[in-house]
Structures are given as structure tokens and as C-alpha cells.
């Protein structure tokens, strides 16, 4: 079981996400201009500030050369994680519904969260039971997830709603608490909070590794 | 030739930039501001303007969240 890690200009988590990665399998980083996903099982695309953000967050690296091997890869099943920058650029692809716009309280927070798995039944989330409680931490300035109301009905239909902030701790005005979501087959997954950098109890929580066992489970 | 395109957020999105603004603005005296809104302006210089409207759906904005207005 391999992970491939994408490292964009401007990426910052992609090694903590390898070395997250590397705790339940292989893993190693993709190179944004290639196009080649080393035979990857399952590919992350990280945190960070890719392309500077310029324009709108993920919307210049949604275009990079192997971010068409990735669509590639998710629209035939293989499992894909966003996480923070990462799940902007999966939105701007358009591989996940909705956006994510600036925090209401338009700062750069970073901070412990508490969320809730609703759906145990994607492939980033197998490992965990609905209702299990994480606590992840958060830090992004563009993290307000948004979509259109009838659409927000129809993923909350579907399932795809695959964590929520737990009560009250809602850091950036995302609608209906929404902290991650899948697409409709389960396979790509993106979130805000970083499940990379809960792993080791020396910074305070491990619940994250549930997330990368998931797609080990899912594969085996 | 030169074109300009106005980007704004779609209408009943929450925009805390355009509040922040419509706050401060009274704060300094300045009354009877409403509707602030915050967005972008891209500029540029394009050989077939036919071609804008492709950009504007594919990279300038996000239809999603962001009407666009082009001034050629």
C-alpha cells in the first residue's frame, strides 16, 4: 500500500502528511509538474498555500500537470484526500461539491478542534463508527465551506457530509457545521482540520491516524 | 485590446470583507453607507475578447461563489 503526497509550490504539510502517511504504509511525494502518480493506491494533496493562493485559493494549482492524473485517478474509484489547501484545490477541480471562502472572522486561526465523523462509510473514514468524536486541529484563513442550500440538501441525502465541527466549535462560519465532505461514491474526501498533525501524542492527540488507517483498511 | 473584469461575491453570500468595510466606514464619519461589498478586478490584454468569457467560467472566478462583469 503506497501513498503518493503531492508537493506543489508552495505546499507546507506535504511532509508532515508523508510521515502521517508512512506511520500505515509507503508513501512518497508526487512532483506538481509531473505527470505520474508513482503507482501511488492513494494520493493526498496537502496543506498549504500552493501558487501563494494568488488568485483564489486552489484555483491555479487545480491546473497543474498532475492534477489530471489525480482526476483521473478519483473519477475511476481511487481514493484521494484534500486536506486544507488540499481540499480547496479538490473543490476547484470540481471533484468535491461546494467552496471554501474566507473565515467570518476573516483571521488566520489555529487551533484544536472537536469533530464529529458522520459518514464511517467513505474510504478516509472506514477505521472510525459514526458518531466517533476527534479532536484535529484546524489553521487556515479560507475555510468557510459553502454551497448552494439544495445542494447542501442533497450531500446531508447522500451521505456526504463525512465530518462535522462539534457543537459550538464551529471555527469560521462553515454552513451546517460542515468540516469535510466526500463525493458521492466515497472515494475523494476533503477536510479543513488536519488529521496529518494528530498523529503522535506528543502534540496531543492521535486521532488523525484513523483517517490514514481507513484507506489501508479500504484497500486490503 | 484591454479588457477589465469585475469580480464580485454572489449576492446572499455572506461577505465579511464588504461588512468590515460598511463597519469602519461610519467610524470615520462617513454616514448613509450600505451594501458594501468587497471583490476583485482583473485586468488584461487579450487578442480575441470572444475568448473572456471561457476564462472568466474556468479560471478568473468561481461561478460557484463569484458573479463577473466584463468591461471591454
Redesign the interface.
Known sequence: MKFGVVRFPGSCDEVDALLAARRVGDAELLWYADHDLRGADAVIVPGGFSYGDYLRVGAIARFAPVMEEVELFARSGGPVLGICNGFQVLCEAGLLPGALLPNTSLRFLCRQVGLAVVNADTAWTRACSAGDALSIPVKHTTGRYYAPDPVLDELEANGQVVFRYAPGENPNGSLRDIAGVANVAGNVVGLMPHPEHAVDPLTGSEDGLAVFRSVVGALV | MRARVLIRPKAG??D??GQ?VERALPALGFEGVSNVHVGRLVELDLDDPSQLDAMCER??T?P??EDYEIQA
Open positions: 453570500i455572506l465579511p470583507q468590515t479560471l478568473l468561481n460557484l461563489i
